[in-house]
């Protein structure tokens, strides 16, 4: 394959993962869960720049399949935050033409938070503008483990042929089977990892790693991460010419 001219557009589907939120809270002497209402509080910004910038997909790392490690009441607390900001938020999400989506195990999630996921998904499930998915207990691995059981399940029931098994197959049974692969990657915070999120569709992602802390993340700054996005030169494993 010839090798890809720096992006003329911008980046279609951006992924960003939203870190910083404790150090910021710590920093400021308060308990951590103040940095995650602050962090939250930031999304909307973010979610309505999207059409200004030329972004179509815009996923977020909410909750990892790691973050149950956290105590307790931090775990109990960033829960109760995304069940008040699916209630807080749901009208002027609709009302923006924004189509939201959630990816991750659902299954150790509440049922409260579960039923107002399934309510927002189907609310907005007309929306032609953003599309917002949302990732909560998301794990990179475990969304291919996942996705290898359904896929197993499928060849046990003769459904499918394991000798027609390609790279366009697994996809198929991934969370994200109905969105682009993520164009670029953003993680604030300083962290030079991508702690198992998009594992398998950030294959060929650009990355922008940034010190900013999520809770100072700004609109200007997401469209200079996308603006600088435009001067790459994605080659897939091309040459350069
Ligand atoms: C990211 O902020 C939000 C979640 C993981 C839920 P952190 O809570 O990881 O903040 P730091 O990395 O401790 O500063
Ligand atoms: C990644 O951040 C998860 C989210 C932003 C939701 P973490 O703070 O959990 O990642 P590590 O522990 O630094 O790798
Ligand atoms: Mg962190």
Same mark, same amino acid.
């Given at each position: 394959?010839?090798?890809?001219?720096? !992006?003329?557009?911008?980046?279609?589907?951006? /992924?960003v993962?939203?870190?910083? !939120?404790?150090?910021? /809270?710590?920093?400021?002497?308060?308990?951590? &869960?103040?940095?995650?209402?602050?962090?939250?509080?930031r999304v909307r910004e973010i979610v309505e720049a999207c059409?200004?910038?030329?972004?179509?997909?815009l996923?977020i790392?909410?909750?990892?399949?790691?973050?149950?490690?956290?105590?307790?009441?931090? *775990?109990?607390?960033?829960?109760?935050?995304?069940?008040?900001?699916?209630?807080?938020?749901?009208?002027?999400?609709?009302?923006? =033409? *924004?189509?939201?989506?959630?990816?991750?195990?659902?299954?150790?999630?509440?049922?409260?938070?579960?039923?107002?996921?399934?309510?927002?998904?189907?609310?907005?499930?007309?929306?032609?503008?953003? =599309?917002?998915?949302?990732?909560?207990?998301?794990?990179?691995?475990?969304?291919? /483990?996942?996705?290898?059981?359904?896929?197993?399940?499928? *060849? /046990? =029931?003769?459904?499918?042929?394991?000798?027609?098994?390609?790279?366009?197959? &697994?996809?198929?049974? +991934?969370? $994200?089977?109905?969105?682009?692969?993520?164009?670029?990657?953003?993680?604030?915070?300083?962290?030079?990892?991508?702690? !198992?999120?998009?594992?398998?569709?950030?294959?060929?992602?650009?990355?922008?790693?940034?010190? $900013?802390?999520?809770?100072?993340f $700004?609109r200007?700054?997401f469209?200079? +991460?996308?603006? =600088?996005?435009?001067?790459?030169?994605?080659?897939?494993?091309?040459?350069?010419?």
């Amino acid at each position: 394959m010839a090798a890809d001219k720096p !992006n003329a557009r911008g980046p279609r589907h951006v /992924a960003v993962i939203m870190d910083g !939120n404790g150090r910021w /809270a710590q920093a400021r002497g308060r308990p951590r &869960l103040f940095g995650h209402h602050a962090g939250a509080r930031r999304v909307r910004e973010i979610v309505e720049a999207c059409p200004d910038f030329g972004v179509e997909y815009l996923t977020i790392f909410g909750f990892s399949t790691e973050n149950w490690k956290r105590t307790q009441i931090e *775990v109990a607390g960033l829960m109760s935050l995304f069940r008040r900001y699916i209630q807080k938020e749901a009208r002027a999400l609709k009302a923006e =033409n *924004v189509r939201v989506r959630f990816i991750g195990d659902r299954v150790k999630l509440d049922a409260k938070l579960r039923g107002l996921m399934d309510e927002l998904e189907e609310m907005t499930e007309g929306c032609t503008g953003t =599309n917002l998915t949302i990732a909560l207990n998301y794990g990179g691995r475990d969304e291919v /483990a996942r996705a290898t059981k359904r896929l197993a399940c499928d *060849v /046990a =029931n003769g459904k499918l042929d394991p000798e027609s098994i390609d790279e366009e197959t &697994l996809p198929r049974y +991934l969370d $994200t089977c109905v969105l682009p692969d993520p164009d670029l990657v953003i993680r604030t915070s300083g962290e030079a990892r991508i702690s !198992n999120f998009l594992l398998w569709q950030s294959a060929y992602a650009e990355y922008e790693f940034i010190d $900013t802390l999520w809770p100072d993340f $700004t609109r200007d700054i997401f469209g200079e +991460l996308v603006g =600088n996005y435009g001067g790459r030169d994605r080659r897939y494993g091309g040459a350069k010419t």
